[in-house]
Each structure stands twice: as C-alpha cells, then as structure tokens.
C-alpha cells in the first residue's frame, strides 16, 4: 500500500483545512486509517483514526471535537477535516494504515501501523 497526503499549507489561527490521503493498493477497507502530526522537535502525536468499514472513529483529547475523519473506500481516500486550528497545530501531516483482522478495526497505536504516507505540513500563523 502506498500512501500521499495532501491539503496542507498555511493558514491564520482560527482557520480550517482539509486535508486528504490517497491509497493504492488492493483492499483498502481491511485498513484502518490514521493520522498523526508531528512538530519540529517533538515525537509523533497520534490524531484519529476510522476502521476499515468507516463505522468506528477514535481522536486524540486534542483534537476532539476540532478535527473529523472521514474515508470513501470506492475512491480509496482518508479525509481530515481539521478546523478552529491553533499555531500549535503547526506540524507535519501524515496519514498511515493499519491491516487489521475485520473491518472495524482501529488503532491508535503508531507501532500498529503498516504503512505511512510522506506527510504534509501544516503551518498555522498567530
């Protein structure tokens, strides 16, 4: 499996984004979906993930109620759609995948996770 996030870019604190990740590769609703940040010298920091069949969301306490994941799994994409955004948001986007064993599984765990896309930076002005 392949992964390419996109969407990021720079926006005012109080902004929103949508950001997105195409997969390649077969089978893609045996993967549950994530995304995770990290901040120039800080370690990785999980943000949410969906299970394979979309039914089951999970977010980080940060992010909860901010951000929404969402998938389409005719095209093969994972969406975040993150708002109210702060500058401490400000990070490096990635999206990763995760085989499970039946499509309503989920992790939040990065050392789960199989694949993981090149990420996209997010930068968020003050």
């Known amino acids: 499996v392949q992964l390419q996030a996109s969407g990021g870019g720079v926006v005012q604190a109080g902004g929103s984004l949508r950001l997105s990740c195409a997969a390649s590769?077969?089978?893609?609703?045996?993967?549950?979906m994530g995304w995770f940040r990290q901040a120039l010298g800080k370690e990785r920091e999980f943000l949410s993930v969906?299970?394979?069949?979309?039914?089951?969301?999970y977010y980080a306490g940060s992010v909860k109620g901010r951000f929404t994941i969402s998938r389409d799994n005719a095209k093969n994409t994972v969406d975040l759609q993150v708002n109210s955004l702060k500058p401490e948001d400000t990070a490096v986007y990635y999206c990763?995948?995760?085989?499970?064993?039946?499509?309503?599984?989920?992790?939040?765990?990065?050392?789960?996770?199989?694949?993981w896309g090149k990420g996209t930076l997010v930068t968020v002005s003050s």
């Open positions: 969906i299970s394979g069949s979309g039914t089951s969301t």
């Open positions: 590769g077969r089978d893609f609703r045996i993967y549950a």
């Open positions: 990763a995948a995760a085989e499970g064993s039946h499509t309503n599984f989920y992790t939040s765990a990065a050392d789960e996770y199989d694949y």
